[in-house]
């Protein structure tokens, strides 16, 4: 059973079709890299997987439950959306760090948001914050940055205002980490930080959408590849099919594009 | 014509230069909020209006606004002219609400959308991300120039003289007619010193603000 299953999942903007039916499906435990060129709406369908934008059709299921679907407007009230999201994490390509919060409290904060709204938090409110810092902390362990707990993000490097977003989206536990060309934003000289975090949480089997440019990183972290062009899947596969043999001519060309550059 | 009665008069034009000062805050401030929500509404009446009243009250001199309200209602429709100082706030605030309205706005559209986009993918709710993500940011975008415009309002209140209103300069200026000079001048040390503590204050805000960067 898939932990993750799109069915022609369609977006317009105004007369423009974006995606035209993208269909996948993703196993617990696995890395799916997304690879495609400029425009090709690799963005577009990681924001409708997080419900920043609402699909125009299709089907998003989690666990075998339909959580949405574009036919079905009770799966489509602010309400519902909120609390469906929580299935997704998301790192954007710019990091959007609060700039006005520590690290530290970045991550914890919608933890804090979130734990406000459950019944026993004021009883217990001082133990359930103390273990939200805890479990923070021990994120900031595993992104090597448990020296910077109390910097702002104006005082942090671009890479390290990433790892601290990676942390942030990990402090929901979400089933699925999506992340957005989480490089393409940095100083080359940077990338290698954050590649490195994302690839300690491949080791440790967390399940991830990564939109990448990286092809390199995308052939040694991930276990299957889609490649999308013009709204479509193209090609999707184990790695070392699309990568190193890849069977269409659209993958073929942008591969070529993508050595040459 | 000592020192001190001098000082008493002009002290009593200043309270009203005062009062025109911190009405016009209190009323522009909120309703500067509402017409910015105005000006960025989807709902497209809602927004042409509300440019359209900002395009009209800063394209012309708080002078002929402050006229038209204490002249108009009686040139124009006959009737008794508002008290001198209900006039006068009338106008200002509706002066500095369009002002103000803009500061706002460019404010508050300034703060990126990705900010409410984080906030948005971690679950947070349309409040929790107003008041815990945005409504600081938009703070520190608009201090540096509400603070120029609140300085401005201080030198504006001695426009309330052209409808006869005895505000601090209106009282000195009663004294050249005695051939005596000195309290014309006198005056600019109250505003100086008014507008001194505003940039006190303003300066300490922004300070307290310098923590982070947008
Ligand atoms: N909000 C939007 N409104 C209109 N067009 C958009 C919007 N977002 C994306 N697009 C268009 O959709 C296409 C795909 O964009 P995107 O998903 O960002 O591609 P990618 O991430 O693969 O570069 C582009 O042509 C882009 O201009
Ligand atoms: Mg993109």
Redesign the interface.
Known sequence: MPILEVKGLKKCFGNVAVLEGIDFSLQKGEALAIIGSSGSGKTTLLRCL???ELPDGGSISVNDEIIFDASVPATQSEEEI??K??H???V?Q?F?????YTALKNVT??CE??AKDAADFKEDRKEILTDIENRAKLLFEQIGLSDKLYF???QLSGGQQQRVAIA??LA?NPDILCFDEPTSALDPELTGEVLKVIRSLADKKTTMVIVTHEMQFAREVSDNVLFIDAGVVVEAGKPEEVLLNPKEERTKRFLERYSNA | MNFLTVTTKLLEGFWLSCIIFFFTLFGAMPLGLLVSFGSMSKFRPLKIISKGFVWVIRGTPLMLQLMIVYYGPGLMFGLTAFPKMTAVLIAFIINYTAYFSEIYRSGIEGVPRGQYEAGQVLGMTKTQIFFKIILLQVVKRIVPPMSNEIITLVKDTSLARVIALMEIIMVAFTYTTKGVIWPLFYTGVFYLVFCGGLTLLFGFIERKLDYFRV
């Open positions: 997080n419900f920043l909120r609390k999201r929580l997704f994490g998301l954007f710019s959007n760090l609060f700039p006005q904060l919608a948001l979130l702002y993000p104006h942030r989206a929901l």
